[in-house]
């Protein structure tokens, strides 16, 4: 017999956050196509790699995120 959703999600919100986004994840996993997962995993990893790459040379400049969200409203009000 399969076991009780209800008692599922009972059990899973039982557990610390680190462990409910482990299985967050491993649901959210399970309902991607297994031949997609390969090619956007590889996608994400080239994105990151060249994003890293453009900080360590200095083609990009960092912002902190308190002064990129006071630069959007800015720009936003004007």
Same mark, same amino acid.
């Given at each position: 017999?399969?076991?009780?959703?209800?008692?599922?999600?009972?059990? &899973?919100?039982?557990?610390?956050a680190?462990? %409910?986004?482990?299985?967050?994840?491993?649901?959210?996993?399970? $309902?991607? /196509? #297994? *031949?997609d997962?390969?090619?956007?995993?590889? &996608?994400?990893?080239?994105?990151?790699?060249? %994003?890293?790459?453009?900080?360590?040379?200095?083609?990009?400049? $960092?912002v /902190? #995120? *308190?002064?990129?969200?006071?630069?959007?409203? &800015?720009?936003?009000?004007?």
């Amino acid at each position: 017999m399969a076991p009780d959703p209800a008692t599922s999600i009972r059990d &899973a919100l039982a557990l610390d956050a680190d462990q %409910r986004a482990v299985v967050a994840n491993a649901l959210l996993e399970s $309902l991607h /196509d #297994a *031949d997609d997962t390969g090619e956007v995993d590889a &996608a994400w990893r080239a994105e990151g790699t060249r %994003r890293l790459a453009e900080v360590r040379t200095g083609a990009v400049e $960092l912002v /902190d #995120a *308190d002064e990129h969200y006071a630069r959007l409203r &800015a720009s936003l009000t004007a």
